[in-house]
């Protein structure tokens, strides 16, 4: 029997992890992918899976984290976003890392090369035809205006918006290893590290204090007057923004100076710390972790080059600033990801009011399922809400809200969104009980492996 092919618009994490799994069940696909013919503000190549900011999975924990349990429950499924990033991982301490640009071109190539995926190069400027049938947009926070104008006149609805700031990248070779030094904290091992995986700039009390001053009366980005009231993802601050709500928050947040002790000076505690990870395999580059901003680039190059250790650094990128948007996915989509108003469409990814990487590309996976079963006259059901992956579906599906007031926002995986386990019994094997972040982590582990049992008969 001849298959109609799944079309999928958008070549990102989602858009490319939904054309895998849909080509994996022996569906065919149509990949439409803009770049590089329309570029956006912020993608830099025309490959597939490209990360724009970051190039962290963040932890790969998981029995200790949501988003590790993550990465865990998509390598069970066959995920190829999860199976590049470990075939290019980089040091990282606890976290999973990729070398940026081996990570795009492997996600590439293996789409291009593909029997049963077809790529197609050219803006999709509205709402594809009905008679294309079985679709997924998986555009992302960047999508095109002539696409979104289309999806908020067929859907009525207002669609939300955010500001996502990226952080700088500088050469390694330019960074003062006389004050800097490498240790990840409290020497952690991750996947392809060895405890020593970040560079570590410390500051002293005067130093830091200056910093700050510096940041709050550093040069901005000004924005246009369609961007001025969007608000922040507040898990993706810009450091000025961090900086101004307290002279101690950064020292609490990416400056924290726990964990960590500088070999120039042992008996001397830093009073904060910036850390940089490494950005691609050769090693020659590295992202300042956490130092997102909408700083001016004169601003940032004079306020960067006054932390120790970067008094001479070269800068292979600049933070900046873009404007992400998503849907009101709770009111526009039903349980099987489809539109309500044209349920021939499925969305995929971060427009859907997901935050990270993984999480985009998990909703990829799911909705992949989904569109590859539809195509095949059967039903693919939704993954468990005990299991991350079916927490993320919850979520964006309205199974988080609470009364009429309650306003959609976009979400990294956390096990807040995962059902409780009622009547735990927090005593360890010897009959001791379990107390404080001991008791926290055993609550966790728990739910972690709830969930790995749980996926395997969605798997």
């Known amino acids: 029997m001849s298959i109609k092919p799944v079309h999928i618009i958008g070549a990102g994490l989602a858009g490319s992890e939904a054309a895998w799994q849909v080509a994996e069940a022996g569906v065919p696909v149509v990949l439409h992918e803009m770049r ?13 899976a490209e990360l724009v900011c970051s190039n962290s999975f963040r932890s790969d924990d998981k029995f200790g984290n949501a988003v590790g349990l993550l990465h865990e429950e998509m390598r069970l499924n066959n995920s190829l976003i999860m199976g590049m990033g470990d075939m290019v991982k980089l040091p990282a301490g606890g976290a999973l890392a990729v070398d940026r640009d081996g990570f795009s071109e492997a996600v590439t190539t293996i789409l291009s090369q593909h029997p049963m995926i077809r790529i197609e190069y050219g803006e999709i400027k509205g709402l594809p035809p009905q008679d294309w049938g079985n679709t997924i947009i ?62 570590n700039c410390p ?44 002279p101690e928050t950064l020292r609490f947040g990416p400056m924290k100076p726990v964990g960590l002790t500088n070999p120039h000076q042992p008996d001397i505690k830093a009073y904060a710390i910036v850390q940089l990870r490494q950005d691609n395999a ?75 990487y993984v999480e985009s590309a998990a909703l990829g996976l799911v909705t992949g399922r989904m569109a590859a079963a539809q195509a095949k006259g059967k039903a693919c059901p939704t993954p468990p809400v005990t299991t991350a992956l079916g927490a993320l579906v919850e979520h964006v599906t309205g199974g988080f809200m609470d009364g009429p007031k309650a306003k959609f926002q976009p979400m ?48």
């Open 412 to 459: 990294n995986v956390n096990f807040g969104l995962f059902p409780p386990i009622e009547h735990i019994v927090y005593k360890d094997a010897d009959g001791n009980r379990i107390k404080g972040k001991n008791k926290t982590r055993y609550r966790k582990r728990l739910m972690a492996e709830r969930a790995l049992r749980d996926i395997q008969e969605w798997v």
């Open 36 to 48: 590089p013919k329309r570029m956006t503000d912020a993608h830099q190549s025309g490959g597939f």
């Open 282 to 356: 050769l090693g020659t580059l590295y992202n300042m972790v956490g130092f997102q901003t909408k700083m001016k680039y004169g601003s940032q190059t004079e306020i960067f080059k006054t932390i120790p250790g970067l008094e001479k650094a070269v800068f292979a990128r600049l933070g900046g600033i873009h404007r992400n948007t998503f849907i009101n996915s709770p009111k526009l989509l039903n349980n099987q990801l489809q539109l309500n108003q044209r349920p021939d469409i499925r969305f995929a990814g971060q427009i859907m009011g997901v935050e990270g």
């Open 138 to 199: 998986a555009t992302g926070p960047l999508t095109a205006p002539s696409l979104a104008k289309d999806i908020l006149k067929t859907t009525g609805e207002d669609s939300l918006a955010f500001f996502d700031a990226i952080a700088p990248i500088v050469y390694k070779d330019s960074i003062d290893f006389d004050k800097a030094w490498f240790q990840s904290r409290y020497d952690k091992k991750g996947p392809g590290g060895d405890g020593a995986d970040y560079i």
């Open 203 to 246: 500051m002293d009390k005067a130093q830091y204090e200056a910093f700050i001053h510096a940041l709050l009366e550093a040069e901005k980005t000004e924005f246009k007057d369609f961007e001025k009231d969007t608000p922040y993802f507040e898990s993706c601050l810009p450091i000025e923004v961090m900086a101004s709500r307290g």
